[in-house]
Every structure is written in structure tokens, then in C-alpha cells.
């Protein structure tokens, strides 16, 4: 099966042709709706998901009620398979909070294939190392820096997985995405779009300077693609 037959997900089109083409017939294209759960923390893995639009957030829930985001994925990744090819619970919940569509193979059909290929196997750990890789730098951007840096940071990433500069995302939203109350969004939104680099309305955010973006964001933006690129190849 021709690569441009394939679905616009960075790991289906990078496996190997006889191995996609067995694995093919066991897809099947859903769409992602907002605020849907994809999987959830500490329940077992029914299916797993290769997004070919639209942006999963993986979603820690705290005891005091608040949820904070660890990792990001879209185009470039796959939800669920760590744990579906060792029949364990997530540990996060998987929410979609951009809508889009995925490609969804069952979690024991996902199991048979990654057995019976070895480049498969290979590809689905690399790729779990580079989710590794920006959930750890994820929690240390938290940490260390700035509204500013942490939102260009999360705002350029969710462009990456989108292909747009045009966003369906609230400021509620994007408070929970990086761990902050929903005034200080606000506050740097309006800053922002002060300055030109963003233009927003109620549900809506579209980027309007790139550049200026990429500078309000800190390091964490760069470093996080550099692994994903070291580790499973830079994207076409």
C-alpha cells in the first residue's frame, strides 16, 4: 500500500508498507469531539488512537479538583499504545481539546500487529520515549517559567499538531492546559494581542505573529521537538 494512501499520522505513515498493510484493514477513521475521553486513568485500554487532526491532552486530575495537562498529542503520535501492549491502565486521562479525527484499531488487534512486527515494536517505543521526553519537560516548564513562555509554548505546539494558526480554544481552556487560574491567561492574552501577536474572541484564538511568538516561548518548545525528532524523525 502506497504511502500517500495513508492517514496524515506521523507513525502510520512511517511504518513499513507490508506492515501497514496488515494493519490497515484493522483501522477504522472516528472523529475526535471536544471534551471527549479518549481512555481513562486506571481504567484498561479498549482502543488505541492515531490522531490525524485535532489535539489529545493527557490529563492528571488532583485531589483538589483541578487537572493539569502533562503531554500534548496529535499527528505526530498515538494514544493508549504503551499500555494496551502491556494490558495496563493509563495513568492519565486522554481528553480531546481540539476536535479533529483519528484513525482507532482495537487494543488486541494493536497487540497482535506490534507481535508480529519488530519495526512496529520499535517505532511505538521511540515514540514512547518521546512522550516521555515532554511530559518530563512539561512538568519543568510548570515549574520554572513564566505565564508568558509556558502559553507561546503550549499555543506553538497545539499550531504544529493543527496546521493552523486559527485555534477553537477558550482561556478557560488554556489555563488548565498549563497549570494556571484562567485571570492569568487572560492577562497575557490581552498583552498579546495588544502587541499583534495574537487576536482572540470567545472559543477562538488565531495566531497572528509567528515570530513573535516563538519569542515569548521558552527553550521547552524547541527542546521537546528536537527529541521527538532525534528519536522517531523529523516530520515531512
Known amino acids: 500500500m502506497s504511502a500517500v494512501s495513508r492517514p496524515p499520522n506521523r507513525l502510520l505513515q512511517a511504518l513499513p508498507s ?31 488512537y492515531f490522531p490525524h487532526s485535532g489535539v489529545v491532552s493527557m490529563m ?59 519495526d ?3 517505532l511505538v517505543a521511540l515514540y514512547e520515549q518521546a512522550l516521555m521526553a515532554q511530559t518530563q519537560q512539561s512538568v519543568a516548564c510548570n515549574v520554572s517559567h513564566p505565564v508568558e513562555a509556558r502559553l507561546s509554548r503550549w499555543l506553538l505546539r497545539a499550531r504544529d499538531l493543527c496546521g493552523s494558526e486559527a485555534l477553537p480554544l477558550t482561556q478557560e481552556m488554556l489555563a488548565q492546559m498549563i497549570g494556571v ?38 527553550e521547552c518548545y524547541t527542546t521537546v521537538k528536537a527529541h521527538a525528532e532525534q528519536l522517531i524523525g523529523p516530520e515531512d
Open 60 to 118: 492528571i486530575n488532583l485531589s483538589d479538583g483541578q487537572s493539569v495537562e502533562i503531554a500534548t498529542i496529535g499527528r505526530d503520535g498515538v494514544v493508549g499504545a504503551s499500555a494496551a501492549l502491556h494490558e495496563r491502565p493509563l495513568l492519565a486521562d486522554a481528553i480531546v481539546v481540539v476536535p479533529g479525527s483519528a484513525s482507532m484499531v482495537r487494543a488486541e488487534d494493536f497487540r497482535e500487529a506490534a507481535d508480529r512486527s519488530a
Open 18 to 48: 507490508t506492515e501497514y498493510a496488515q494493519l490497515h484493514p484493522l483501522l477504522e477513521t472516528i472523529d475526535l469531539t471536544r471534551e471527549t475521553a479518549l481512555a481513562d486513568a486506571g481504567a484498561p485500554v479498549q482502543r488505541v
Open 181 to 218: 487560574r484562567r485571570n492569568a491567561v487572560s492577562i497575557v492574552a490581552h498583552g498579546f494581542q495588544q502587541a499583534g501577536i495574537l487576536r482572540y474572541s470567545r472559543g477562538h484564538i488565531e495566531i497572528t505573529d509567528i515570530d513573535g511568538l516563538r519569542k515569548a516561548a521558552c
Open 120 to 122: 512496529f515494536r520499535t
